[in-house]
């Protein structure tokens, strides 16, 4: 019955910045993990940043260095700060969040005009 909704995707320019959230319809109980993953077109899903509920986090080498993981103390949002972005991060970007039951978003689609 939880449900993850994805929001603040859309176009911006090489170089901009954009700040994707994801909120839980209702409370999530012993969240182990949240994080972001993306699918550009025509490739794998692949991993973008993870934060455990420690607070360890996790990126991809990709965008480290320029995409910042973090989560409300409740842990049940999750926010992904992407600076400096390039054309090679457009992509549908999901959220998750891992329990013993693991929940995904829909997808908020990015895209980085050159």
């Known amino acids: 019955q939880v449900q993850l909704v994805e929001s603040g995707g859309g176009l911006v320019q090489t170089g901009g910045s954009l700040r994707l959230s994801c909120a839980a319809s209702k409370s999530i109980f012993s969240v182990v993990a949240m994080g972001w993953y993306r699918q550009a077109p025509g490739k794998q899903l692949e991993l973008v940043a993870t934060?455990?509920?420690?607070?360890?986090?996790n990126y991809a080498d990709s965008v480290k260095g320029r995409f910042t993981i973090s989560r409300d103390a409740a842990e049940n949002t999750v926010y992904l700060q992407m600076n400096s972005l390039k054309p090679e991060d457009t992509a549908v970007y999901y959220c998750?969040?891992?329990?013993?039951?693991?929940?995904w978003g829909k997808g908020t689609l990015v895209t980085v005009a050159s």
């Open positions: 998750n969040t891992r329990t013993p039951k693991e929940y």
């Open positions: 934060i455990t509920s420690g607070g360890t986090t």
